[in-house]
């Protein structure tokens, strides 16, 4: 059974930084696309970010491109999210999630496609 667990999440005043972290228990993670999504209250779940199985491809939402960035280490079997420049909007849980079939392409940011997630972690961004 794959499981992913995230950590890092916290309260941040506007423009502060955090970094995400989500450890998969598959000793073959480079098989895995893994993303990072978020979901607020009363929102529907949207996909933040997105790496290929060797992190040699990256994809990032419009809302995100430029202050996140997504990147894994394969010797830790671990992704991250660095974010930077935190804003109020970014308040949400995040939640890592992976696929070992698809393409950048066809995966999306739809969560269907994701079938397995961790619990999620708490980002909140004051003013």
């Known amino acids: 059974q794959v499981q992913l667990l995230e950590s890092g999440g916290g309260s941040v005043q506007a423009g502060g930084t955090l970094r995400l972290s989500c450890v998969i228990n598959d000793y073959s993670d480079t098989k895995y696309y893994m993303a990072w999504f978020r979901q607020a209250p009363g929102k529907e779940r949207e996909g933040v970010a997105v790496?290929?199985?060797?992190?040699?491809?990256?994809h990032y939402a419009r809302s995100v491109k430029g202050r996140f960035t997504i990147s894994r280490d394969k010797g830790k079997n671990t992704m991250y999210l660095q974010m930077n420049s935190l804003q109020p909007e970014d308040t949400a849980t995040y939640l890592c999630?992976?696929?070992?079939?698809?393409?950048?392409?066809?995966?999306?940011?739809?969560?269907?496609?994701?079938?397995?997630w961790g619990q999620g972690t708490q980002v909140t961004v004051s003013l």
């Open positions: 790496i290929s199985p060797l992190g040699s491809s990256e």
């Open positions: 999630a992976a696929a070992s079939q698809g393409t950048l392409a066809t995966l999306k940011f739809d969560p269907k496609n994701f079938p397995y």
